[in-house]
């Protein structure tokens, strides 16, 4: 690994860049392990623990250090969206000063683990293993623009299993007045915050864990924004709202991924081809 070393103004901006995220942290004792946690991410480490964060950074004081840097991440009590709102402030200008933004990208991110504990760990679908396992997951929403990405949204998914557990839900320090929503449901929260906030608009880009839901495409599409979404390779087509309907009552195509309602729709000969997307515009 080439590791460049950090230049004066380097070292400016991320003084800045700190300085703004820890304008957004509640409390001055937490600017310590932020600026631990922040450059510790920087460092050419094989592993990016807090264990081999605090050893490289305090060598004489690890254990000290480690035991901050594991109170900051877990159990400190300041705003994951706050701090995400201030990194999307300093980094989304930089990135508009190269490119417009081209797309948001809607995704799942699998984190393999071990035990039950961890909050959302349940065995499902894990894309770092591809296969179900032990792992929690994350849907993410990023705005891109062909020169870089930047992830403006992180909202772990809770499965029904941690949801029904009242009990377990409270060890784990899980909110009460959390309930269970699908991942489709959560990225389209995600896309309404991030449209509410002003964020410059893209084409909204997923696989098809969400091209295939209907509710998620039509709220994308009432936001005003134009998606390109998989689907399943067995999907069927619809026309146009403007083109000729079959008649009052017929029967809505088996797999069906049409936006509008079910009246509209009709199979299209070719549909289902692999790799097919669903246009946000029809």
Same mark, same amino acid.
């Given at each position: 690994?080439?590791?460049?070393?950090?230049?004066?103004?380097?070292?400016?901006?991320?003084?800045?860049?700190?300085?703004?995220?820890?304008?957004?942290?509640?409390?001055? $004792?937490?600017?310590?392990?932020?600026?631990?946690?922040?450059?510790?991410?920087?460092?050419?480490?094989?592993? %990016?623990?807090?264990?081999?964060? =605090?050893?490289?950074?305090?060598?004489?004081?690890?254990?000290?250090?480690?035991?901050?840097?594991?109170?900051?991440?877990?159990?400190?009590?300041?705003?994951?969206?706050?701090?995400?709102?201030?990194?999307?402030?300093?980094?989304?200008?930089?990135?508009? !000063?190269?490119?417009?933004?081209?797309?948001?990208?809607?995704?799942?991110?699998?984190?393999? %683990? !071990?035990?039950?504990?961890?909050?959302?760990?349940?065995?499902?679908?894990?894309?770092?293993?591809? !296969?179900?396992?032990?792992?929690?997951?994350?849907?993410?929403?990023?705005?891109?623009?062909?020169?870089? =990405?930047?992830?403006?949204?992180?909202?772990?998914?809770?499965?029904?299993?941690?949801?029904?557990?009242?009990?377990?839900?409270?060890?784990?320090?899980?909110?009460?007045?959390?309930?269970?929503? *699908? %991942?489709? *449901?959560?990225?389209?929260?995600?896309?309404?915050?991030?449209?509410?906030?002003?964020?410059?608009?893209?084409?909204?880009?997923?696989?098809?864990?969400?091209?295939?839901?209907?509710?998620? $495409?039509?709220?994308?599409?009432?936001?005003?924004?134009?998606?390109?979404?998989?689907?399943?390779?067995?999907?069927?087509?619809?026309?146009?709202?403007?083109?000729?309907?079959?008649?009052?009552?017929?029967?809505?195509?088996?797999?069906?991924?049409?936006?509008?309602?079910?009246?509209?729709? $009709?199979?299209?000969?070719?549909?289902?081809?692999?790799?097919?997307?669903?246009?946000?515009?029809?």
């Amino acid at each position: 690994m080439t590791v460049r070393e950090f230049t004066q103004q380097d070292e400016q901006e991320f003084e800045e860049y700190l300085d703004a995220l820890g304008e957004v942290m509640n409390h001055e $004792r937490r600017l310590l392990p932020l600026t631990s946690y922040c450059t510790g991410l920087l460092l050419p480490l094989d592993s %990016k623990t807090m264990e081999a964060m =605090a050893a490289t950074l305090a060598p004489q004081r690890t254990l000290a250090l480690h035991h901050r840097l594991q109170n900051f991440i877990t159990d400190a009590p300041w705003s994951d969206a706050a701090v995400l709102a201030a990194v999307r402030a300093q980094v989304l200008p930089a990135m508009l !000063k190269h490119a417009p933004v081209r797309s948001w990208i809607i995704d799942d991110t699998g984190l393999p %683990k !071990k035990g039950r504990h961890s909050v959302g760990t349940a065995r499902q679908y894990c894309g770092q293993l591809g !296969k179900v396992d032990n792992c929690q997951v994350l849907v993410t929403l990023s705005v891109a623009n062909g020169m870089a =990405a930047l992830p403006i949204d992180v909202r772990l998914y809770l499965p029904q299993a941690w949801t029904q557990d009242a009990q377990r839900c409270q060890q784990a320090g899980v909110p009460l007045d959390i309930t269970f929503a *699908t %991942k489709p *449901t959560r990225a389209l929260e995600q896309i309404r915050a991030a449209h509410a906030a002003g964020v410059p608009a893209g084409v909204v880009l997923g696989d098809e864990a969400f091209g295939a839901n209907g509710p998620f $495409r039509r709220g994308v599409r009432a936001l005003g924004l134009d998606y390109a979404l998989g689907v399943p390779a067995a999907s069927r087509s619809c026309p146009p709202p403007t083109a000729a309907r079959p008649a009052a009552g017929a029967a809505r195509p088996a797999h069906c991924q049409c936006a509008n309602s079910p009246a509209c729709c $009709r199979a299209q000969p070719g549909a289902g081809s692999p790799g097919a997307t669903a246009p946000g515009r029809r």
